[in-house]
């Protein structure tokens, strides 16, 4: 019937005005909530099927609440940097558990005003915590998701409670691949170099053999800050070689071309101060075992073959000792690589050798002896031999001469003439190569090498080597002999609680080794050939090693572009180098760009990306279901979620120190609830009247 029909429409319009007037309610209640989403009742009919053409069957009015979640609110400024409002479309991941499990909620919310609760998350001011992105020091996996920020690269992932790296999946919702951001843990972490970049224009009007060195900072798995030393050399017109020192605390550094390609490898041993005189370090180069001995002795002639001796007691201090102990075992590197030797047995006092030195000859009267030594002793008591460069070692029953000068020498006759030397001696046959059982050889070309040479740093005397063969490492044992007389250990090397007695040094294995070079340059400056392109250290301080997966990689710039590396003509000048590794230091505070990267500051001035606050954005952002706390849920009618970087691909920017207003006009809220209150009188006026027309209808039966 029509006015029941009326009484029932009548009811259906109180029941949505006062659905329009709640929602009304909310939104001037919400004036001042942060990120909140006005809402809006709409209006729809409910029209009962008409059955009659003469007859009207009312239906009435049903509301359709609608919240505007995909209006922008206003922006507005605050002096709190962990407040963040977005600009555009997207929300904040949190979670209603810093560190969320199973059956823990994810929601997404506009609410930026986050601040740092009593563990050092960051929760907004309705309780829910903010994920999103750990940042690490990129360790050049091909698995990671990278950010650039400036000049370095970094990685999404973060240690588990077991110490491995979880490598994120920057496009799921989930606690495996969201994290908070704990303010705490900020301050008290220190990253390691896993990348190293660099730029400078060697000349072009240098001249071959001209070197250049750069020192350069890196940072260790401790935090802990090292110099490197690199050594930049002309080899040839548009060719450059370069060596890298291994730096405090290091057994080794090696340049590598790829993961298994050794381009240069150096090794170090730092002394804290003299050791005992009873050590004896050990090092097989070349294949050939030598033992230098930290006593009183004989070089190669008391203990046998290979044997050296550097004795502590003999020497005034530290850097005496080592220098020392540095030219015993450069003369055992140019014994290998750069001499020739002969049979000392055959000669006796009195004979003369005659020299040929880069073509021109040289005469040595009376430089035979009654042995080895004493031949030695002689050669190098002769100023016109050791004014040629040339050095000369006992070693068993040999004699070594060696340059460690570029230079060809060579012995071109047994005698001088002055004297008659004795059967056999210096005789051509009996010359041989470096190598023990060497074929014979009468000429040598040196290269001007120094493989050994002490350098100090502050308050440490240290001395370092240089690899060169291709075909077997440099071993290094019996560190755990050299000791203080503390019972220390006398070189930070055998500090190293993994392997206190020994190390080694990588051979130099690239293709072609004596013609490659790191860089070669085009006509035009920029590189063409780079071989060069990660750095390997073996640590002796504790900290990690830097190898396999956590190689730094080293980045000189790309083929033929002036990115890097630069041949032109001018000086040398460094035009940048930068690493993504951090010392440690007190943390005092954040900064966060529109890219959503958290920036960690330190009171050392250190800077450092630790986070990266995701965007995600829905299909149809209105579907979504709203929440107490200002938080929003995903569902059928929203469509799942994609995570973006802020400011990409339609996502909102990250705004810092910044809240989004409430988008309550609050003037329309009022008009609107005028409307409203007029609409609900009318709609009881609608049942009062019913009420009326019924009493009549009633009143006829009486």
């Known amino acids: 019937m029509s006015l029941y029909g009326a009484l029932f429409s009548g009811v259906s319009g109180l029941a949505a005005q006062s659905s329009a007037m709640g929602a ?178 060697l000349p072009n009007n240098a001249t071959v053999g ?107 201090n530290t850097g005496a000792f080592v220098d020392g102990l540095a030219n015993d075992i450069n003369t055992a590197f140019q014994m290998e690589y750069n001499s020739l030797r002969f049979d000392a047995s ?89 190598a023990n059982g060497g074929a014979a050889a009468t000429t040598k070309t040196t290269d001007g090498v120094v493989y050994c040479e002490r350098i100090t740093s502050t308050g440490t005397e240290a001395l370092v080597f240089r690899q060169r063969d291709a075909n077997s490492d440099i071993t290094v044992t019996g560190l755990d002999s050299l000791k203080l007389a503390n019972g220390n250990p006398a070189t930070q090397q055998g500090m190293d609680p993994l392997a206190t007695d020994s190390f080694t040094v990588g051979a130099i294995n690239i293709a072609g080794a004596a013609n490659e070079d790191a860089i070669e340059f085009n006509g035009d400056g920029t590189p063409k050939e780079i071989n060069v392109a990660f750095m390997d250290i073996d640590w002796a301080n504790g900290s990690n090693d830097m190898s396999g997966s956590d190689s730094v990689g080293f980045f000189l710039g790309n083929l033929d572009i002036r990115d890097g590396m630069t041949q032109l003509d001018g000086d040398y000048q460094l035009g940048y180098w930068s690493q993504n590794g951090a010392k440690f230091g007190n943390f005092a505070g954040v900064s966060i760009g529109a890219d959503g990267i958290v920036t960690a500051l330190f009171d050392n001035g250190v800077t450092r990306p630790v986070f990266q606050i995701p965007v995600a954005t829905f299909v149809n952002p209105n579907g979504m279901q709203s929440m107490s706390g200002n938080v929003f849920i995903a569902t059928d009618y929203s469509g799942e979620p994609t995570l973006r970087t802020a400011g990409t691909a339609g996502a909102a920017q990250v705004n810092a120190s910044s809240l989004e207003a409430s988008t309550v006009d609050i003037g329309e809220e009022f008009t609107t609830m005028i409307v409203t209150q007029r609409a609900y009188s009318a709609a009881a006026k609608i049942i009062t009247t019913a009420d009326e027309m019924l009493d009549e209808l009633i009143r006829i039966k009486r």
């Open 24 to 201: 009304i309610s909310d939104n001037i209640s919400n004036v001042n909530t942060i990120g909140y989403k006005g809402s809006k009742v709409n209006f729809q009919t409910l029209v009962t099927r008409q059955v009659s053409l003469t007859n009207y069957s009312p239906g009435g009015v049903q509301s359709k609440p609608r919240a505007g979640v995909d209006v922008q609110g206003l922006l507005q400024a605050t002096n709190s940097s962990t407040d963040i409002g977005l600009s555009g479309q997207g929300f904040f991941i949190v979670n209603e558990a810093a560190n969320p499990k199973d059956g823990d909620m994810f929601a997404y919310s506009r609410a930026g005003s986050f601040k740092v609760d009593n563990e050092g998350y960051l929760q907004n001011v309705s309780g829910w915590y903010m994920q999103g992105w750990p940042l690490m020091s990129w360790d050049n996996s091909s698995q990671a998701s990278t950010v650039q920020v400036g000049d370095n690269v970094f990685m999404k992932a973060y240690k588990d409670s077991a110490g491995d790296t979880v490598y994120i999946n920057d496009n799921i919702v989930s606690s495996d691949h969201l994290q908070p951001i704990n303010m705490n843990n900020v301050g008290g972490t220190a990253s390691q170099t896993r990348n190293l970049r660099m730029g400078a224009n």
């Open 346 to 434: 055959g000669v006796v006092a009195g004979d003369d050798l005659q020299i040929t030195v880069d073509g021109t000859v040289h005469n040595f009267a009376n430089v035979g002896g009654t042995d080895p030594a004493t031949t030695a002793a002689a050669l190098m008591g002769n100023n016109a031999f050791t004014s040629l460069g040339l050095k000369a070692v006992a070693n068993g029953n040999d004699v070594h001469i060696y340059s460690d000068k570029a230079m060809t020498f060579a012995i071109t006759a047994d005698a001088t003439g002055t004297n008659t030397p004795s059967s056999g001696a210096f005789a051509v046959a009996n010359w041989t190569d470096g």
């Open 210 to 316: 001209k070197i250049y060195k750069q020192p350069v900072t890196i940072y260790d798995s401790l935090g802990g800050d090292a110099s490197v030393q690199f050594s930049w050399s002309k080899v040839a017109q548009n060719r450059w070689d370069l060596e890298a020192y291994p730096p405090e605390g290091a057994k080794s550094l090696s340049l590598k071309k790829d993961a298994t390609t050794v381009y240069s490898a150096m090794g170090r041993l730092d002394f804290t101060g003299e050791p005992l005189t009873t050590g004896a370090l050990n090092m097989n180069i070349n294949g050939t075992a030598y033992t230098f001995h930290t006593g009183p002795g004989i070089d190669g002639v008391t203990a046998g073959a290979d044997d050296f001796y550097t004795d502590p007691g003999a020497t005034a």
